[in-house]
């Protein structure tokens, strides 16, 4: 595949927000997007072993990586022009020891502050 795969919970509003406004300033449209809940058993199960597809947004890289959490936000970040100066920011040596425990933060929360929407395949 030639785009980078961003895996989201699409029944979470914080994340389908932040969803669209990303895929709007990806003017070389590098990202695909692509709902967790379309994510098949199986994939789901293996992944499982390493982390739950729900507790944090999940990228596939062109270059075969796998990236988590503040690690996907920084490198999605990085892959948009608009946003290219606050990503190199966040390759900061301090930023990771700030980023990654404020994204988790948000993240255990986000149901609770934004609620749970049900997911409509299109």
């Not at 029944?11 to 590098?30: F, G, M, S, Y």
């Not at 890289?61 to 996907?72: A, I, N, R």
């Not at 022009?81 to 948000?106: K, Q």
Request: charged residues 25%; hydrophobic residues 40%.
């Amino acid at each position: 595949m030639d785009k980078h795969v961003v895996f989201f919970d699409a029944e979470c509003p914080l994340c389908r927000t932040v969803k669209a406004v990303l895929k709007k300033l990806d003017w070389n449209d590098a990202i695909f997007w692509y709902p967790v809940q379309e994510v098949s058993e199986s994939t789901k199960k293996r992944v499982h072993l390493y982390k739950n597809m729900y507790d944090e947004i999940y990228m596939y890289t062109k270059d075969k990586q796998m990236l988590t959490g503040f690690y996907t936000v920084r490198k999605i970040l990085s892959l948009l022009p608009a946003t290219m100066p606050l990503a190199v920011s966040l390759y900061l040596p301090f930023a990771e020891n700030i980023g990654d425990p404020a994204y988790r933060f948000i993240s255990k929360r986000r149901y609770k502050w934004f609620g749970r929407v049900p997911y409509n395949k299109p």
